[in-house]
């Protein structure tokens, strides 16, 4: 234990130093060589001194903690914009390594207090040094770009932040028993909050870039890029996918690629397990590291670490390669735990290959697949299990084709997720349960968060079928505060009950500022007349259109010998 508390605060020692090197040193007038003076320093510092105060009321007139937020940005008085958003990323960089600090505390004083409680403070550290990475890549960008680039990429800047609110929220979250609160409070008054705010805060004011360029009369000509999450070329291609990933996925499983690894369990490949093979990735490895798996049930348990960028996994179709545990919340595993496959690596794609958890209804949460990496993708798999299927868990997630099965809150996570023509699959759960098919995570009104179903089949699975309409099933509950999730020409079976969406709790509903919207969905279970009031029910055309692939994920068209077609609009309207 104290080595691994050691080596903790190595890294943060480390850091720190990262962060004193990425972050600009907000600078004071006087230490720039202006007046502070009482009798004035020339009509520039009043102009500046004005423009300043502008910007700051401009930026928190809509900030849900306006002290907070006048309190972190008022020292800025600076003559170059972008400063307010590098000195709010740097703050909720402090706020982070407080919590990191205090969640090694912690785990000192508290580790050996119960299995649950030492489980939950060592995913808090990894959870947190993963979004010290978020807080890292949004300085190196604020620190080397103009404001004319930190506006064009707002949206990059967003989701990085975003996931960093995610990380923070699935912290609490792993404390989820009366007897570890105590240390939750402790964690949770301490620095998480504060980590939240601060976070939140980040968000708003790179959310709000236009009023900066605004007050300091800096008419660029530009928009804000808030949901421009990516770019697409000139043949419809997402841009994380390179010539030759595409040319990757039109032979995979084609005999017309050769994988860098090949796993079978008869002995016939490299490897045997799936995990050796991941394993094997080499250090500094360029370009797509291709992992072929034959047909065959898979027991194992996998993580994809986040060095082990750019991985194509791919099977022989998700009825035959299959990846399959039963890891639960019943038998004492935290939720992120429990997922037979994690990914937390970028640019992660998997195709015509099965996930599942077989925990069954009585497991309670039981993952099946955790997504966490950015720009990931799914063509053509199996998503199986109960109680949260799919943890969807941070940033840009594609799922075209795939089979989602599940119970209560299948789908669910803080990412920015697209789920197009697969088939939600609900299953029929224990005695006294009800189904919900989306719950999102969205804590912020700025994360640019939320799952969205587009021609997608809503529909019962063969246990539930006869009981599908005595079984109470909703599209979707609030998980967070500002949880957000939208259906868009799907085909909704009658299983759905009339009002759609329940309340997350009596003490918590989350429905004051939740999105749950719906466009163009057809089938028994579409009829949006009882729906929940608090739902923002049918919305417009122009309104739907910004939950298209492209405005919403950019991650467009595939072309056809690609063999996974991609709808970058409306498909029945």
């Given at each position: 234990m104290s080595g691994k508390?050691?080596?903790?605060?190595?890294?943060?020692?480390?850091?720190?130093?990262?962060?004193?090197?990425?972050?600009?040193?907000?600078?004071?007038?006087?230490?720039?060589?202006?007046?502070?003076?009482?009798g004035g320093g020339g009509g520039d510092g009043g102009s500046e001194l004005s423009t300043h105060n502008k910007a700051v009321t401009a930026?928190?007139?809509?900030?849900?903690?306006?002290?907070?937020?006048?309190?972190?940005?008022?020292?800025?008085?600076?003559?170059?914009?972008?400063?307010?958003?590098?000195?709010?990323?740097?703050?909720?960089?402090?706020?982070?390594i407080k919590a990191l600090n205090m969640s090694d505390r912690l785990s000192v004083e508290h580790g050996n207090s119960s299995t649950g409680v030492k489980m939950a403070l060592d995913d808090c550290k990894d959870l947190l040094q993963a979004a010290i990475h978020e807080l890292e890549a949004s300085g190196v960008m604020v620190q080397q770009s103009s404001i004319q680039d930190v506006n064009e990429h707002s949206a990059e800047l967003k989701n990085w932040l975003g996931a960093v609110v995610a990380y923070q929220q699935s912290c609490l979250d792993g404390f989820n028993t009366d007897g570890e609160k105590q240390v939750s409070d402790q964690l949770q008054a301490g620095s998480l909050d504060k980590v939240m705010k601060l976070t939140g805060l980040a968000l708003d004011v790179v959310s709000g870039i236009s009023k900066i360029l605004s007050a300091f009369n800096l008419n660029l000509g530009l928009k804000p890029a808030s949901r421009r999450l990516l770019v697409i070329d000139s043949e419809g291609y997402p841009t994380w996918l390179s010539a030759s990933d595409r040319k990757?996925?039109?032979?995979?499983?084609?005999?017309g690629v050769t994988p860098h690894a090949t796993v079978a369990k008869d002995g016939s490949g490299q490897f045997k397990t799936i995990l050796d093979a991941i394993n094997s990735y080499p250090k500094k490895h360029k370009g797509r590291f291709i992992i072929y798996v034959k047909a065959g049930v898979y027991d194992e348990y996998i993580t994809v670490d986040k060095k082990k960028i750019n991985i194509l996994l791919y099977g022989d179709g998700p009825t035959k390669t299959i990846i399959t545990g039963r890891k639960n919340f019943a038998e004492g595993v935290k939720t992120m735990r429990t997922a037979t496959f994690s990914t937390q690596a970028n640019g992660f794609i998997a195709k015509s290959i099965s996930f599942e958890n077989t925990a069954g209804?009585?497991?309670?949460?039981?993952?099946?697949?955790?997504?966490?990496?950015?720009?990931?993708?799914?063509?053509?798999?199996?998503?199986?299990?109960?109680?949260?299927?799919?943890?969807?868990?941070?940033?840009?997630?594609?799922?075209?084709?795939?089979?989602?099965?599940?119970?209560?809150?299948?789908?669910?996570?803080?990412?920015?997720?697209?789920?197009?023509?697969?088939?939600?699959?609900?299953?029929?759960?224990?005695?006294?349960?009800?189904?919900?098919?989306?719950?999102?995570?969205?804590?912020?009104?700025?994360?640019?968060?939320?799952?969205?179903?587009?021609?997608?089949?809503?529909?019962?699975?063969?246990?539930?079928?006869?009981?599908?309409?005595?079984?109470k099933t909703y599209l979707a509950r609030p998980w967070k505060a500002y949880s957000r999730a939208v259906f868009i020409e799907n085909e909704i079976g009658d299983l759905i009950q009339p009002d759609g969406y329940m309340p997350w709790n009596t003490i918590e509903p989350n429905t004051e500022?939740?999105?749950?919207?719906?466009?163009?969905?057809?089938?028994?279970?579409?009829?949006?007349?009882a729906r929940a009031k608090w739902g923002k029910g049918l919305i417009s055309k122009q309104e739907a259109a910004k939950f298209m692939a492209e405005p919403w994920l950019k991650a467009s068209t595939w072309l056809p010998d690609t063999g996974i077609p991609l709808d970058t609009s409306f498909t029945k309207a």
């Open positions: 508390v050691v080596g903790s605060a190595v890294s943060l020692i480390l850091v720190v130093g990262v962060v004193i090197g990425v972050v600009a040193v907000v600078q004071s007038p006087a230490a720039k060589g202006g007046s502070s003076g009482g930026l928190c007139q809509n900030s849900d903690d306006q002290k907070l937020c006048k309190d972190v940005l008022s020292p800025v008085n600076t003559t170059d914009p972008k400063e307010y958003v590098a000195t709010v990323v740097k703050t909720s960089m402090e706020s982070v990757l996925l039109a032979e995979a499983g084609n005999d209804a009585k497991g309670h949460q039981a993952v099946a697949l955790r997504v966490q990496g950015d720009m990931s993708a799914f063509f053509d798999c199996g998503i199986h299990g109960y109680q949260d299927t799919l943890y969807a868990h941070a940033h840009r997630q594609f799922y075209r084709n795939c089979e989602i099965s599940g119970t209560i809150d299948f789908i669910f996570g803080y990412s920015t997720t697209l789920i197009q023509n697969s088939k939600i699959i609900v299953r029929k759960p224990d005695t006294n349960q009800q189904n919900i098919v989306v719950a999102d995570g969205t804590g912020q009104k700025n994360m640019p968060t939320g799952v969205v179903l587009h021609n997608c089949e809503i529909m019962p699975d063969a246990s539930l079928d006869a009981d599908r309409l005595t079984v500022f939740s999105y749950f919207a719906e466009y163009g969905n057809t089938g028994a279970g579409a009829n949006t007349q």
